[in-house]
């Protein structure tokens, strides 16, 4: 019965339940301390152990909870390393061969990753090979930037050109600044194809460092200059760009004509002839003394000037093969059509009346020679002597007036198709003509008349006290165009004068200009003579009442103007003993015709050892009387625009005067002319 039973409860149990009691039932005897709570008794009283059921069972669960474990921390561990993809491969955007690998590498960890049948081996394994293209990514750089240093330095620069490049066109919003943004998104456009290929193209070759760095300078240098350039094309609608004289700018010159400047001249430009020429370019100089010329340009306030104190200049001659070639930067919207102005003027008295004797020509950058016409009339446009050119022509359109010897004209050229950038001007002379004398150069984008009056004011050292409604101009004697009649008349600095009656000295250099008239020699009066001097030269040599100094005055409108000024002067005239020195006035008159002019009369209170003041408007100031005309009048006529004013004295000499300043009078003169 007993075994029957037995037999009856193992079929119940099943074969794994008999293996598990079998089991339990050889580790009983072993196991002689039972938790009762564990054992369940069997027909007959007996107990039977079935905690080896439960084993079993837990097992079971813990094999599956284990592989699982596994699996998702596999995954999860993948998935960690995949979600740093962006940061891997951006360390790459500049070796696109290497990136594409990598991204490959990315690519085919995710594919394996989001496979629902992947196990925890297949996740194992694509995380190792993606670690493995990581590292590979990471040496294959490093070896490149060690191999390539040269390259990698000049293709970040370029780089960073390029970011600054598309950041300064978005600021270039104005009209006047077309051709600057043109220019720059032209530059980005021809590196950008190294930015996109990269250090190690996808296809293709490395590139070279050097072909890197010839990208990139021009674009760098556009970057650099951005600031300068927006100011050139400022001033050229604005006002102008002025381009000074060189001597360097002269080319074939034959030795008739190649002579340094005479050294006994300030002046260079003289309202008369000047006799044996044998220089082709002069420049003013100052002079430190009567007869010593400053040789470099001196310090203000211990900042030494690179720049001379005055760039007035002119080409005295270009005969022959002999060519000036101007140079200037050019920024402007407008490239189609610019105007350059210039100062011109004769020095041969017998050819004044002849237009077909003079002559002038020009090339821009490298085209046909364009002549500039002269003639007795000019066209109404221009208030000073015009020129310009039409494209395919080679005569000018506009006429330019006859050059002459006691006047300074302006002449202006019409310049079409410039160059963005550099452009150069060559001037010639054609064949049989003589050319007249030039001066510096000035180019505006505007054919404005507010342009081309601030072109004639700096020519002539004009100043405005206010740009919206002006009512005084200063005229600089020092930087100034303006012409002498004698090579006596000079412009000295001084630097140890004393303020009025002060006994204290004026701080900064006074630019004073002597011997304006009368008959007296600066060169001579101290043993030198005009032949101790590098190619001296002893004309021109006119006195008293021809000893003239010509200026030009731009008036901002038509009126009665005050003039006022600074000079020195002589407070004696010296006699054989005390007793024969007396005071001493001098006089300086103020001629723009011969029924328009002003004179005064001035005393100093020391011997050339002070600065002092005139003005006519101040009755302090003792003035002299106009032509015919008894009636003390205190101003001079001016039109509105160029009045050109002869400096003069017919017998007797005259101060040493500074700057002019011509102020509208508001006060009503009698009898004014």
């Keep these: 019965m007993k075994r029957k039973n037995i037999l009856k409860f193992v079929s119940l149990l099943g074969i794994g339940s008999f293996v598990m ?118 040496k294959e750089k490093a070896d490149f930037d060690k191999e390539n240093s040269e390259l990698v330095t000049a293709y970040n620069s370029l780089k960073e050109s390029f970011k600054n490049g598309e950041s300064i066109v978005d600021t270039l919003t104005e ?25 190690i193209p996808v296809t293709g070759d490395t590139p070279k460092a050097e072909e890197v760095t010839v990208a990139n300078t ?76 400053l040789v470099t ?15 007035v200049s002119w080409v005295y001659s270009l005969s022959g093969a002999a060519r000036y070639k101007l140079t200037f930067r050019y920024f402007g919207a407008n490239q189609d059509k610019a105007y350059l102005y210039f100062p011109y003027k004769s020095n041969m008295m017998d050819m004044e009346n002849n237009s077909t004797m003079f002559g002038l020509q020009y090339s821009l950058n490298g085209g046909a020679a364009q002549e500039i016409n002269f003639a007795q009339t000019q066209d109404s446009h221009t208030g000073g002597g015009s020129s310009g050119t039409d494209e395919g022509m080679n005569k000018s359109s506009e006429i330019n007036l006859l050059p002459t010897v006691d006047d300074i004209k302006i002449a202006r050229i019409a310049l079409s198709n410039l160059k963005f950038n550099l452009n150069e001007v060559e001037f010639s002379v054609p064949e049989g003509k003589v050319a ?30 206010n740009e919206n409604s002006p009512t005084s101009v200063t005229v600089d004697l020092l930087k100034g165009y303006s012409l002498a009649t004698s090579y006596n008349t000079y412009i000295q600095r001084f630097t140890t004068l004393k303020e009025g009656d002060s006994d204290a000295n004026i701080s900064k250099p006074v630019y004073l200009v002597g011997f304006i008239g009368g008959a007296q020699p600066r060169i001579g009066s101290q043993n030198i003579q005009v032949s101790s001097f590098k190619n001296g030269n002893e004309h021109p040599n006119e006195i008293n009442g021809k000893r003239t100094l010509t200026i030009y005055v ?27 020195r007396m005071d001493t006035v001098r006089s300086l008159t103020f001629k723009t015709k011969e029924e328009n002019s002003l004179t005064i009369n001035v005393m100093s209170k020391t011997h050339f050892m ?24 205190r101003t001079i006529k001016l039109e509105q625009g160029l009045n050109k004013i002869v400096l003069s004295r017919d017998t007797g000499d005259t101060p040493f005067i500074g700057n002019l300043t011509f102020t509208l009078s508001s006060t009503p003169q009698a009898n004014a002319n």
């Design 297 to 311: 340009p001196p310090a203000e306030n211990g900042v030494p000037q690179p720049a001379p104190l005055t760039d």
């Design 175 to 199: 009209a006047n600044y077309s051709a600057i943004k043109n220019n720059l998104n032209d530059l980005l456009k021809k590196v950008e194809p190294f930015i996109r290929a990269t250090l």
């Design 554 to 580: 731009n008036a901002p409108s038509a009126g009665e103007y005050n003039i006022s000024g600074s000079y020195i002067s002589a407070n004696r005239t010296m006699g054989t003993n005390d007793a024969h």
């Design 436 to 465: 007249p004398m030039i001066g510096n150069m000035y180019i505006t984008s505007s054919d404005s008349d507010a342009n081309k009056s601030k072109i004639y004011s700096d020519i002539f050292g004009n100043t405005l006290n």
């Design 610 to 633: 002070s600065l002092e003041s005139f003005d006519t408007s101040n009755n302090s100031t003792s003035v002299g009387t106009t032509h015919e005309n008894s009636v003390t009048k």
């Design 21 to 138: 009691l079998a089991a339990a039932s050889c580790s009983q005897a072993a196991n002689t301390t039972q938790n009762p709570s564990s054992r369940t008794e069997l027909g007959g009283g007996r107990m039977m152990d079935m905690s080896g059921g439960n084993a079993n069972t837990n097992s079971n669960q813990g094999m599956m909870n284990s592989a699982e474990t596994e699996l998702n921390l596999a995954r999860a561990q993948l998935t960690s390393l995949i979600d740093s993809e962006n940061q891997n491969i951006v360390m790459y955007e500049d070796y696109a061969k290497i990136q594409a690998t990598l991204k490959k590498a990315f690519t085919d960890a995710r594919d394996i990753l989001v496979k629902t049948d992947s196990n925890a081996q297949s996740l194992k394994d694509a995380k190792s090979t993606l670690e493995s293209a990581i590292s590979s990514a990471e």
């Design 218 to 293: 021009p674009l760098a240098t556009a970057i650099r200059l951005n600031a300068p350039w927006k100011v050139n094309a400022d001033r050229l609608v604005n006002s102008f760009v002025k381009t000074a004289l060189v001597k360097d700018g002269l080319t074939g010159l034959t030795d008739s004509y190649n002579m340094a400047q005479p050294g006994n001249y300030s002046f260079v430009g003289y309202s008369v002839p000047v006799d044996s020429v044998n220089w082709s370019f002069a420049r003013r100089q100052v002079f430190e003394s009567l007869v010593a010329p």
